[in-house]
């Protein structure tokens, strides 16, 4: 399913047109790569430097430090840099393993048992796929906050519930995946039956069909699912900024949206130099996971975009 | 005694054997989906609940004040022109979007030397947060000491307040999600461009059809199935778009570019206005589900259970 792999649409020699292709794919691929080269080379300068300067395309410091990445690791006196960022990260694992572990049983289950009302529940969760997100924002504001005999709560009320502790992070992990389960199911559905049973017969217990012979042959799958789920939680900031206040529970993105002008108002002046820390914090390892995994991110894409 | 443990394990094995592939389902699916009723289940039903109730702060009580919610929602304009710009403004960013994103698909799909890098960059906007890169585009557009302003200001222009006007508040949230989205466009595209039978391109060129002809008469109608996949998804994306709005211009100058997923957010965090906020989000849950259903219908020769469930949000 690699795209590359396929034979291409024109099979001509280099020509005019190759050239034109060139300068537009690269010419406005720079330009969707300019603000990404803006933040790095903003990365180094000192904040006072950063206010002073006047900006242009490409701002050179006079003096470059390498202070704006030292702190993400080290923290600072005025920040807890290193708390957001170990925040995100043991977020993101957490959430990635449950992706994992939920949508390959849950595709397994699908594509593999048979059971009574087994198509009826597919897709009934398929369905519920299609509502927005949207609407379940604030009742899971109030689940939290009266979640009972929690955070000082008389069974629904009283205190705080779960809000602002890490249960916000963790809650959601043991629940099914249901765009997971879609895409392991299609992906095992083309692995013939009789593998499962070859395997039986040489004495394999269904748990190591499931985890010795099935899930090794999923892994571009299981690594799709992987990525996006990491990237998706390494980057959310909703989930932090609604349901926790207190510093030391933020992650990156929360950390940031904190400054932005969306919270200083209209009157304040945001703190960009240290705006542009995290966002380096919160960018740098996700173009990481980018150009380590593209491959299953094209792939996937591709499999997610045609039927079948 | 002795003897009664055997026959009972015997019995208990046959029915084990018996109901084996709906037990092992039962282990699995059971507790995943119990918590998903707790964590997203119960919350979407109380969701569809709460827009009939007068809701105000958290610890308000709530009373029952049927479509209350709803008739306001159409009497005062602050609602229905969010929703209006929600929508107008969503097929703008994905009417720019899918058309970018579809010429730099024809590109990509051409032999180049080098064309798996392009797609790396196109598609790196994609995996940046949105809050970072938001800030980004802001101190671009800073009205002092803005990128672009000084760069007005060193050829002798007027620096533009962007900030102030409705015209180009608009003209950023756009360039912003067409940023974002146009890789993610492109990558499907293509994907679309390769699934086409090559062998139609070659029968097209033996009854000397030109290149244009070949892109009217063989790609258009080969891309169908996936153009009303690309065009639901980002329809349906762009329509709750509310990130770029909030961080970009906070939905300024006065409201002027409020959206409705941005109205929703501010009427539970901000105002704690719980019914009206609940209200909203299932006029916005109808307008979602509308779409979804019919991209559903149009998609009902293929087999129902491998078409494609839309993602949650953009």
Do not use: C
Not at chain 1, 261 to 274: E, F, L, T
Not at chain 2, 188 to 199: K, M
């Amino acid at each position: 399913m690699d795209p590359a792999t396929l034979p291409s649409s024109k099979t001509r020699k280099p020509n005019s047109s190759h050239i034109i292709a060139h300068l537009v794919l690269a010419g406005v691929g720079l330009i969707l790569f300019y603000p990404l080269i803006f933040m790095i080379l903003s990365g180094f300068f000192t904040k006072d430097e950063f206010t002073t300067t006047v900006l242009g395309f490409f701002p050179i410091p006079r003096h470059a430090t390498l202070d704006n990445y030292l702190i993400l690791f080290q923290g600072s006196s005025d920040t807890s840099t290193q708390t957001y960022f170990l925040n995100s990260l043991y977020r993101t694992l957490y959430s990635t393993f449950f992706a994992m572990l939920t949508s390959f049983l849950a595709g397994y289950a699908f594509a593999r048992l048979k059971f009574k009302g087994k198509d009826a529940l597919f897709l009934t969760l398929l369905a519920t796929q299609m509502i927005p997100g949207t609407i379940a924002l604030i009742p899971t504001y109030l689940q939290l906050a009266r979640w009972p005999f929690a955070g000082g709560n008389d069974v629904f009320t009283g205190g705080t519930g779960l809000l602002d502790t890490w249960w916000v992070y963790l809650l959601g992990g043991p629940a099914i995946n249901i765009m997971g389960m879609f895409l392991v199911k299609q992906s095992l559905e083309k692995v013939p039956f009789e593998l499962d049973e070859a395997a039986k017969m040489d004495g394999a217990g269904t748990l190591r069909v499931i985890f010795q012979i099935l899930l090794p042959l999923q892994m571009p799958i299981m690594a799709f699912i992987a990525i996006t789920t990491a990237l998706g939680t390494w980057n959310d900031f909703a989930t932090p900024f609604f349901y926790t206040t207190s510093d030391h529970m933020q992650t990156l993105p929360s950390a940031i949206t904190r400054l932005s002008s969306a919270a200083v108002g209209p009157g304040g002046s945001p703190n960009y130099p240290m705006i542009i820390t995290l966002g380096l914090g919160t960018t740098v390892p996700a173009l990481l996971i980018f150009f380590l995994f593209q491959k299953y991110i094209v792939q996937g894409l591709a499999n997610t975009g045609i039927k079948g | 005694m002795e003897r009664a443990v055997p026959f009972k394990q015997t019995k208990l094995k046959r029915f084990l054997v018996k109901r084996r592939d709906g037990l092992i389902a039962a282990a699995i699916l059971g507790p995943m989906i119990f918590w998903w009723l707790v964590v997203s289940g119960f919350p979407t039903l109380f969701g569809f609940i709460l827009g009939f109730f007068e809701w105000i702060g958290i610890q308000g009580h709530p009373k029952f004040i049927g479509l209350g919610n709803y008739a306001r929602f159409f009497e005062d304009p602050q609602y229905y022109s969010a929703l209006w710009r929600s929508v107008w403004m969503g097929a703008l960013v994905s009417g720019v979007t899918l058309l970018a994103g579809f010429g730099a698909a024809l590109l990509m799909n051409m032999p180049l030397f080098g064309k798996g890098i392009y797609r790396s960059i196109w598609y790196i906007p994609a995996v940046t947060s949105t809050v970072a890169t938001t800030q980004i585009f802001n101190i671009l557009l800073d009205p002092t000491n803005g990128v672009i302003n000084n760069f007005l200001k060193s050829i002798g222009r007027d620096p533009v307040i962007w900030q102030f006007s409705v015209g180009w508040s608009v003209f950023w949230i756009v360039m912003y999600s067409v940023w974002k989205g146009v890789g993610g466009a492109a990558l499907i595209w293509l994907a679309g461009l390769q699934s086409v039978d090559e062998s139609l391109y070659e029968a097209a060129e033996i009854d000397g059809a030109g290149r244009r002809q070949k892109l009217r008469y063989v790609t258009i109608p080969g891309l169908k199935p996936i153009a009303t996949y690309i065009v639901i998804t980002s329809l349906i994306g762009a329509i709750q778009i509310y990130e770029q709005v909030m961080f970009i211009t906070g939905g300024g100058p006065y409201g002027k570019t409020e959206v409705l997923v941005f109205r929703i957010y501010r009427d539970a965090f901000w105002d704690f206005n719980l019914g009206m906020a609940g209200a909203s989000s299932l006029i916005m849950a109808v307008i979602v589900f509308t779409a979804t259903v019919l991209y559903y219908r149009r998609s009902t020769k293929a087999d129902r259970s491998n078409t494609i469930p839309l993602k949650k949000g953009a």
